[in-house]
T-cell receptor
Framework: EAQVTQNPRYLITVTGKKLTVTCSQN?????MSWYRQDPGLGLRQIYY???????DKGDVPEGYKVSRKEKRNFPLILESPSPNQTSLYFC????????????FGPGTRLTVL | AQSVTQLGSHVSVSEGALVLLRCNYS??????LFWYVQYPNQGLQLLLK??????LVKGINGFEAEFKKSETSFHLTKPSAHMSDAAEYFC????????????FGTGTLLAVQP
């Protein structure tokens, strides 16, 4: 089954404790991205990657890192989480091409205390 | 720069009534337009999309949307609401190209009353 998976689905952590949210897709898509969803703001892009070893900032990259060492995986790293990073995070993937549908993972709800 | 405006953060309809969720976009080039639905505690699922060609687009679950260039709109409709339609709906736009970033509206939460 074609899908995007994220882990963990739920995470509660404390300020400053490094964490990684994993994202994996099995559709051989070139393009992957991370979004955060906040009430009243919709979804905003954090980082994206157009292929292995090619990443770039989205609209709200501060406080986040990403890597793309393999085509299928695109982890999101919070080196020193802060409470303003409490949010719902989504990973997405699609083949390169403007009209192609982006496929979203199930989301990771992060709470930073 | 592109942007998306969804009018009405909350919409409530009765079961069987018409559903109309509004979306207006701003783009300097022909856009690709999408509607996504998010059911409680789930990820986003594509409802429908407009790329080129026919301006009336039909999607899943009986939803459809019409691209109106003169009004820069892409409103989502369904003739008869069902309880299972209760969810949050997001309109999104992209101009495609290499980055293909989706620009989302702020979402509309649809409630369906019995």
């Amino acid at each position: 089954e074609a899908q995007v998976t994220q882990n963990p689905r739920y995470l509660i952590t404390v300020t400053g404790k490094k964490l990684t949210v994993t994202c994996s897709q099995n559709m051989n898509h070139e393009y992957m991205s991370w979004y955060r969803q906040d009430p009243g703001l919709g979804l905003r892009q954090i980082y994206y990657s157009m292929n292995v070893e090619v990443t770039d900032k989205g609209d709200v990259p501060e406080g986040y890192k990403v890597s793309r060492k393999e085509k299928r995986n695109f982890p999101l790293i919070l080196e020193s989480p802060s409470p303003n990073q409490t949010s719902l995070y989504f990973c997405a993937s699609h083949p390169l091409g403007g009209s192609d549908t982006q496929y979203f993972g199930p989301g990771t709800r992060l709470t930073v205390l | 720069a592109q942007s998306v405006t969804q009018l009405g953060s909350h919409v409530s309809v009765s079961e069987g009534a018409l559903v109309l969720l509004r979306c207006n976009y701003s783009s300097s080039v022909p856009p690709y337009l999408f509607w996504y639905v998010q059911y409680p505690n789930q990820g986003l699922q594509l409802l429908l999309k407009y790329t080129t060609g026919a301006t009336l687009v039909k999607g899943i679950n009986g939803f459809e949307a019409e691209f109106k260039k003169s009004e820069t709109s892409f409103h989502l409709t369904k003739p008869s609401a069902h309880m299972s339609d209760a969810a949050e709906y997001f309109c999104a736009v992209t101009i495609g190209g290499a980055t293909n970033k989706l620009i989302f509206g702020t979402g509309t939460l649809l409630a369906v009353q019995p």
